[in-house]
């Protein structure tokens, strides 16, 4: 195993508010720092018992159209999709807090983060991440390792992870032809996966006809989705792993998204860990859509067919 020398103090007594965070900061070797997580964070289990300095009034448990009718009712109504406590912050005391300003729906608003800060004395650090391709996630693992004064860990952490794509990319370009794909990341309503999502197409070898590198998630027709013509569909539905999204399949009563989902191969992956979060994991990500362009089946990754069909 190879050591790095830490580049500078660390920093104490971090909160993350992110899940990707928590994953970049543990990767660094800064779990010992962190004091406080979000309520969404699960990875890796050893920050599972960490203070969960946010939460959310909507029931993750509810069906997917449901969560997002909730998520449009708190927005129209002012409210926040996630919120803060205030006195746990103010009791934990850190003196860095990584947030983000990609996305409300996944975590605190960036503005709210810093007014919050503002009011702790002594006010934190706060980084506000914003990656929306995979060099964007690379900066950010760089931000927060200067924060943590572990720059050279940084450095030799993104070193890795960009070695792993350049050697899926290339056996991708010399064992397969490139495959037209369609990334669902949300069922109903209907949205593609935008972000770095079409980067980890490409990196394993097939082409994202639905959307491109950098762009925002977008919401769409089945019957726009059903001339793309894909021949793979990938299901990564956001914040949801394999046994949910199956959940959410077997729920879809559209008769255009029924239709659709039987026109090409259903590949199941697991988002929350692998394909939502900006954060390290997001090679794996890529490492299984090659998987799946290959027909074979991972832990985090599964074949789906439609209720009463044989594979």
Not at 295 to 308: D, H, I, K, M, V
Request: negative net charge; glycine residues 10%; aromatic residues 4%.
């Amino acid at each position: 195993m190879t050591t790095v020398a830490s580049s500078g103090p660390s920093a104490r007594g971090i909160v993350t508010l992110l899940p990707a965070a928590t994953e970049i900061v543990t990767a660094l070797g800064g779990i010992d720092d962190l004091v406080g997580i979000s309520h969404e964070c699960d990875y890796p289990e050893a920050v599972r018992g960490l203070p969960r300095v946010t939460a959310t009034p909507i029931d993750p448990s509810l069906p997917g159209a449901r969560i997002d009718i909730e998520v449009r009712r708190l927005q129209m109504e002012g409210r926040p999709v996630i919120g803060i406590d205030a006195a746990l912050l103010r009791q934990l005391a850190p003196d860095l807090v990584v947030t983000q300003g990609l996305c409300e729906v996944c975590a605190m608003a960036d503005g709210e983060v810093h007014r919050l800060a503002a009011l702790l004395d002594p006010a934190p650090r706060v980084v506000s991440l914003s990656a929306t391709s995979i060099e964007g996630i690379w900066r950010d693992i760089s931000t927060i390792g200067e924060a943590l004064g572990r720059s050279k860990e940084a450095e030799h952490l993104v070193r890795r992870l960009r070695g792993r794509l350049d050697r899926l990319r290339q056996r991708a370009r010399s064992d397969r032809s490139a495959a037209r794909a369609v990334c669902i990341e949300w069922l109903d309503p209907l949205y593609l996966a935008g972000h770095w999502v079409p980067e980890l197409v490409a990196a394993a070898g097939a082409v994202d006809v639905g959307a491109e590198a950098g762009s925002h998630s977008t919401r769409h027709s089945w019957e726009a989705v059903a001339a793309l013509e894909p021949d793979l569909i990938l299901i990564m539905l956001c914040g949801f792993g394999v046994e949910r999204a199956r959940q959410e399949l077997a729920a879809l009563s559209h008769p255009l998204g029924q239709a659709f989902l039987r026109s090409a191969p259903v590949w199941i992956v697991d988002a929350n860990a692998y394909t939502s979060r900006p954060g390290p994991r997001i090679v794996e990500g890529a490492e299984r859509i090659g998987a799946a362009l290959d027909g074979l089946e991972l832990p985090g990754l599964a074949r789906w067919t439609p209720e009463g069909e044989c594979q």
